[in-house]
């Protein structure tokens, strides 16, 4: 696992060894990030980093111009990791590493920053196969309307064949993109920052040039 763009280019990021932990290949997370650069969801945005793992997506955005990252994963082992690639990656004082149940807390919002623009939620794979409203996946979604503001994007990775609701709320999905085995799916909160009202519940947020990418039309 490394950063591939932006001012961290190329480090290496410390991984856990043996742990159950589901890391996005580089050719997704550059078309995901492609996506966000095009609707101005990175410089200078506040980013919530959920299942965070190695800190991967939140470590990407923070290299590519976003403010500041909290990244939340319950196993303290993996944070203990975390913390070793923000501070490799020389991201202390524009991130925080939280050990908590994410279920429960969500993407806590920061005294400095209150809440987010930008969120990514990568919930464990088997976990991912239905996120419908009663589930747990599902209410964490509901969960996020509260802490991401308007215009406010989510991020949710899920299993290729997942039950997933058009809308959580006012959380509304507005691109739904696949990759292999999985599916990435974009929510936003109102309209898009900075883009005109969207044309439909599940207009396009972006384009890339992934041969292998699927989305809706």
């Known amino acids: 696992m490394r950063i591939i763009a932006g001012t961290k280019r190329g480090?290496?990021?410390f991984s856990p060894e043996g742990m159950d932990t589901r890391p996005i290949t580089d050719r997704v997370k550059e078309s995901v990030f492609n996506i966000l650069y095009s609707k101005g969801y990175l410089e200078g945005r506040i980013v919530a980093d959920l299942f965070c793992g190695?800190?991967?997506?939140?470590?990407?955005?923070l290299s590519r111009g976003a403010a500041w990252a909290t990244f939340v994963?319950?196993?303290?082992?993996?944070?203990?990791i975390l913390k070793r690639n923000i501070e490799k990656a020389d991201f202390v004082g524009q991130s925080k590493a939280v050990c908590a149940n994410i279920f429960r807390v969500g993407a806590p919002p920061t005294p400095e920053y209150g809440f987010y623009d930008l969120v990514f939620v990568d919930p464990p794979y088997k976990m991912s196969e239905?996120?419908?409203s009663q589930t747990q996946v599902g209410k964490l979604m509901n969960l996020l309307v509260s802490q991401v503001r308007d215009s406010g994007m989510v991020i949710l990775r899920t299993h290729e064949h997942a039950v997933v609701e058009p809308a959580y709320g006012d959380l509304v999905r507005v691109d739904q993109r696949n990759w292999g085995t999985m599916t990435v799916n974009f929510f936003c909160k109102g309209q898009l920052a900075g883009s005109p009202a969207m044309d439909g519940p599940d207009a396009e947020c972006g384009d890339t040039d992934d041969d292998d990418e699927q989305h809706e039309v």
Request: glycine share 10%.
């Open 73 to 80: 994963d319950k196993d303290h082992r993996v944070v203990d």
């Open 11 to 13: 480090m290496k990021l």
């Open 54 to 61: 190695t800190g991967s997506m939140g470590l990407e955005a």
């Open 130 to 132: 239905s996120c419908e």
